[in-house]
């Protein structure tokens, strides 16, 4: 059974810093690429940045670009999402996927919430 529980979610003042984590089960976490997503209210869920399964590769949205670092832990079947520099912007409920350009339906979790604001 997959399961993906995402943490680390929080409410932060703009310019603070959050790191996110996926833990992941119930597949080879090590063959797999991931993603993390998010989807603020009113908004559809949108791509956020992506890792390919040996962590040469990254790729992410242009409106986090130099803010945000996808990492992963293949020993951990754990994928992080570092965020600094928040912006209000950046507020939305954030999810981790399997796959690089597109998730894998039935594999979202809970998702951990982000908000910034002063």
């Known amino acids: 059974q997959v399961q993906l529980v995402e943490s680390g979610g929080g409410w932060v003042q703009p310019g603070g810093s959050l790191r996110l984590s996926c833990a992941a089960s119930?597949?080879?976490?090590?063959?797999?690429?991931m993603s993390w997503y998010r989807q603020a209210p009113g908004k559809e869920r949108e791509l956020v940045a992506s890792?390919?399964?040996?962590?040469?590769?990254?790729k992410y949205t242009d409106s986090v670009k130099g803010r945000f670092t996808i990492s992963r832990d293949n020993a951990k079947k754990t994928v992080y999402l570092q965020m600094n520099s928040l912006k209000p912007e950046d507020t939305a409920v954030y999810y981790c996927?399997?796959?690089?350009?597109?998730?894998?339906?039935?594999?979202w979790g809970q998702g951990t919430q982000v908000t910034v604001s002063s």
């Open positions: 890792i390919t399964n040996g962590s040469r590769s990254t």
């Open positions: 996927n399997r796959g690089w350009d597109n998730p894998y339906y039935g594999y």
């Open positions: 119930g597949f080879t976490f090590s063959g797999a690429a």
